[in-house]
């Protein structure tokens, strides 16, 4: 049970450059969620998803997009990188039924735009 | 606007002595609060969770209350461990959005966190 993953760790871009994220759960969860985190500024949430084929907008999804084709898997796109977009990536799932608000979280994607 | 506070970015404690974070929150209509712990390169991990309902949890070590009139929380750490060096985060959910989906609030809200140094 490896929990929630995430692919990959890090990844240099350049501005302009497009990029996906991966990540993945095998605990079955109907919710994941795409934060973001900066010095300072906590985790902000991105976009996210409350079942497979649904994604909504978190409180930052500018220049992003995301898919969740499949119930384990919740990908992030960077259609054209910026460097404002320079961050650590957190994925995470939760049950999402009553009291069922635990989001476990991933290891983190290191993302620099120059 | 910041609905979660963690006024505290940093708090530093002997090794042995309690150790008390705070978190202080706007909306009146959370209902359910979450305690997460984070080490440096990975992800943040749940650590104790409180439901408006009560007004303590405890786990080991580790206590929360939740002062609803106050609309503030706090973790108590008892004793404090050089382990628990990390940064803390305060994370909120919402009732309105546990009834509009059905069941889960699909939303946390997080605070920007508190570094804790446990000094051997």
């Known amino acids: 049970n490896a929990g929630v993953t995430q692919t990959p760790k890090f990844r240099v871009l350049k501005t302009g450059q497009s990029m996906t994220l991966l990540c993945a759960q095998d605990m079955n969860h109907e919710y994941m969620y795409w934060y973001r985190q900066d010095p300072g500024m906590g985790l902000r949430l991105i976009h996210y998803s409350v079942g497979e084929g649904t994604t909504a907008k978190g409180e930052v999804p500018d220049g992003y997009n995301v898919s969740r084709l499949k119930k384990q898997n919740f990908l992030l796109g960077l259609e054209s990188a910026a460097p404002s977009q320079t961050s650590v990536y957190f994925c995470?799932?939760?049950?999402?039924?009553?009291?069922?608000?635990?989001?476990?979280f991933g290891p983190g994607t290191r993302l620099l735009v120059l | 606007d910041q609905q979660v506070k963690q006024n505290s970015p940093s708090l530093s404690v002997q090794e042995g002595r309690i150790s008390i974070l705070n978190c202080d929150y706007t909306?009146?209509?959370?209902?359910?609060f979450l305690w997460y712990k984070k080490y440096p390169a990975e992800g943040p991990t749940f650590l104790i969770s409180?439901?408006?309902?009560?007004d303590k949890n405890e786990d080991g070590r580790f206590t929360v209350f939740l002062n609803k009139s106050a609309k503030h929380l706090s973790l108590h750490i008892v004793p404090s461990q050089p382990g628990d060096s990390a940064v803390y985060f305060c994370?909120?959910?919402?009732?309105?959005?546990?009834?509009?989906?059905?069941?889960?609030?699909?939303?946390?809200?997080f605070g920007k966190g508190t570094k804790l140094t446990v000094n051997p």
């Open positions: 409180i439901s408006s309902i009560k």
């Open positions: 994370a909120a959910s919402e009732l309105r959005y546990r009834h509009r989906f059905q069941g889960g609030s699909e939303k946390l809200v």
């Open positions: 995470a799932s939760s049950y999402g039924g009553v009291n069922q608000e635990t989001q476990y």
């Open positions: 909306n009146s209509m959370f209902d359910y």
